[in-house]
Nanobody, 116 residues
Framework: QVQVVESGGGLVQPGGSLRLSCAVS????????MGWYRQAPGKQRESVAT???????NYADSVKGRFTISRDNAKNTVYLQMNTLKPDDTAVYYC??????????WGQGTQVTVSS
């Protein structure tokens, strides 16, 4: 079995910062891409940021310049540093990991609420 556990969500005021972490453990040999996705109420899940094993990154246009994704391959962990948060960033954030056999693994999600 593979476990994907997110942490770091919470309530923050507009303009504030949060750092999300996601640790992957269990029967997974090599993790290729890792990423963060989010789903706001009444909306479809969308990609926020992804990072491949070599460190190459992609970001949604809405978060470019504000969010930074990084990973520690030795710890099978991915991070999302979120700065200058806006109310539109409010959502459940999900971590995704893709193994070398192209299997997808998802966490249960962590709530991020941006509100004054």
């Amino acid at each position: 079995q593979v476990q994907v556990v997110e942490s770091g969500g919470g309530l923050v005021q507009p303009g504030g910062s949060l750092r999300l972490s996601c640790a992957v453990s269990g029967s997974i040999y090599v993790i290729n891409a890792m990423g963060w996705y989010r789903q706001a109420p009444g909306k479809q899940r969308e990609s926020v940021a992804t990072i491949n094993r070599s460190g190459g990154t992609n970001y949604a246009d809405s978060v470019k310049g504000r969010f930074t994704i990084s990973r520690d391959n030795a710890k099978n962990t991915v991070y999302l540093q979120m700065n200058t948060l806006k109310p539109d960033d409010t959502a459940v954030y999900y971590c995704n990991a893709i193994s070398n056999d192209h299997s997808h693994y998802w966490g249960q999600g962590t709530q991020v609420t941006v509100s004054s």
